[in-house]
Nanobody
Framework: QVQLVESGGGLVQPGESLRLSCAASGTIFRPNIMGWYRQAPGKQRELVATITSGSTVNYADSVKGRFTISTDNAKTMVYLQMNSLKPEDTALYSC????????????WGKGTQVTVSS
């Protein structure tokens, strides 16, 4: 089993920055993909960014150039640096890990709230 715990959310004004962290613990198989997803009220959950255990990254078009995903050397922490935040970035941000071995398994954290408002 893998546990994912997010932190770093909060209330910020438009244009400000936040850094989200996700700590992964338990038996983590590789290769895997870790990522951040978000869900705004009344909307479906959407992908924000992912990073593979080989460090290949992928971003949603809406955050390219503003958000950066990264991991620590041990690949048990995943970060999301969010710059130039906009009100439309307001959402519950959840950490995700997908193992790419068989059986493929998906894990989710409980999320951390990000609110961008003046």
């Amino acid at each position: 089993q893998v546990q994912l715990v997010e932190s770093g959310g909060g209330l910020v004004q438009p244009g400000e920055s936040l850094r989200l962290s996700c700590a992964a613990s338990g038996t983590i198989f590789r290769p895997n993909i870790m990522g951040w997803y978000r869900q705004a009220p009344g909307k479906q959950r959407e992908l924000v960014a992912t990073i593979t255990s080989g460090s290949t990254v992928n971003y949603a078009d809406s955050v390219k150039g503003r958000f950066t995903i990264s991991t620590d050397n041990a690949k048990t922490m995943v970060y999301l640096q969010m710059n130039s935040l906009k009100p439309e970035d307001t959402a519950l941000y959840s950490c995700n890990l997908v193992t790419l071995i068989v059986p493929r398994t998906t894990y989710w954290g409980k999320g951390t709230q990000v609110t961008v408002s003046s």
